[in-house]
């Protein structure tokens, strides 16, 4: 089924709201959450909502805590505290302090420590890019992945956002550093759908397309193998460094039945080089390139070359009009909260 | 054969200061060469130097340039343009410059235009975190790999380097976008041995561990498909829009027999949050996190967890000790230069 993007926003505030959040708070949590849905971003809009609501209701996420600056590591580079408050509130509070600095000094820098998961991780990109900034963020997140040649879960699969603003459409990557998420791996099982690459490896220590395998091992690929699995660390220890935070090691591995994600690290890193009355050069460069790979030559007739965040915003104006799809068990829930 | 670095290195200064280096330059470009293939970087130390040479005498390189800051664009954040000079010794000169600022402003950046071929890309990772630095730096390159969808060489691999200082031993993550290097592709078809994983398209369009088959479609595969091939596009879009340089759009793609990789753009980024008189925060992490990833349980008893540069400074000290394995053939072209 599908709801109007008001709907859904009303009702996740209305819920908040029930959950002793503060009306201003509620608002900017209720829309963050409603975005996502309208983005085509289900898995961490409506989808994951109450499973945050029960992390306010069971003290993992605190929605009274606000994030307080800890020290100032440069003019340009802050450090922040999160105080286990929500991770969506951190993250955009954090995101539009990295667009003033930049805005202040040319780049700015906030890392973020004990905070909780951002939810939609492209959330941060898309405001950067609407601020227009040039921005990278990624969060650090409980160990979810086994290290390339391991079969613990010792490292995350730790979201990486880049983004670029475009008059026409930001460019707006939103990829995690496992091939595919927990969330598609689920989604392929209770389809009974073939992954379309191999995504992990199954009990004999096979590469498989067979979710269900996957998730009962719990050894997702990382991109690129070996690759994504040291790209992972690093985006770990930027993070943890930077904010003098936890790392994946303090945070504890998914598949420790009592471990929770929680008290994480972030960083937000903004560029602004737009220089007034003259030509917008990150518009003009990435409008440029836009247009250069449009022309690629597709690999077949029904393949559609196109650059990261293009869908996106298809979805989002397709969403707007005709509404936004649900899951109708979930909405019932939610209407239930 | 294996030859001393010493021997290695007298000889590359010897043949650079026949070909117009100044003394200082020929000094600092011989050794970021013969440390490539000091670390085992063969492809991009000695192998590559008879290139670089060629490059050098047809004037796509110019031995005399020195690259010059053309913008300030915040305190900590400067635009410089190469002039086309050797690429190894304007990257090596501009990460110098983004680690003194990091050391004055905790955070320090550097765009660079019209440079050219930065060689093993590692090396700048390497420098920054013997400063005490994290660091991250990218290039982008001529077109050499088809964006996602597609079958022409739109976009470059554009190497990312990612560094974090550790007292045991630094954490240098050095990776193109594509999955195997053309070096790797060539090597494995002179051996004609298939490669690890699939590593690109045949000319039927099907996935293939044949490098020969994807030498001739010049189609590699993105690490995690459209995953790295988006990461790609952004590497490329933030080098040239940082720096007001060329994108690939500008260098074009190397299926055009008369296209030259030149004027290329980079960006290097530092950091520095050691507080003098404290412990050292980046390498208390760092080795937390080394730690807990050699922990990891490995998938089998042959195979080993590392992390990245770790197996690098195991092949440095072998080298050292026991000499610099070189391809007789082209050292003894390197000796006749």
Redesign the interface.
Known sequence: MKISFQALFDQLLNVLLKNGFERQDAELCARLFAEASLDGVYSHGLNRFPAFIRDVQSGVVDPHAIPEKVAT?????ERWDGNLGPGNLNAHRCMARAIELAK????G?VALRNTNHWMRAGTYGWQAADAGC?AVCFTNTIGNM???????C??GNNPLV?A?PRKEGH?V?D?AMS?FSYGKLNIAKNQQQPLP?EGG?DQE?KLTRDAARILRTKRPLP???W??S??A??L???S???S?GK????IGMISDANCIEQGISQFFLC?H?SQPGTPD??DR??S??V???H??????KA??????GERTLRTRRENLEHGVPVDEAIWNTVLAL
Chains 1, 2 share one sequence.
């Open positions: 590591l440069g003019s340009a580079l202040a000094h040319g780049m820098g040039l086994p290290p390339w040649g391991g079969v613990e010792r490292i880049v670029v460019i990557l990829m091939l690459f490896y220590g991109i690129g193998y690759k994504g040291g790209m660390l690093m770990d220890l930027f943890a460094i930077l003098d790392s994946t090691a303090d560029f080089v050069l990150a460069i990435a440029e390139l247009e250069w790979v022309a690629t030559q597709p690999a077949d393949t559609e070359v196109t650059y990261p």
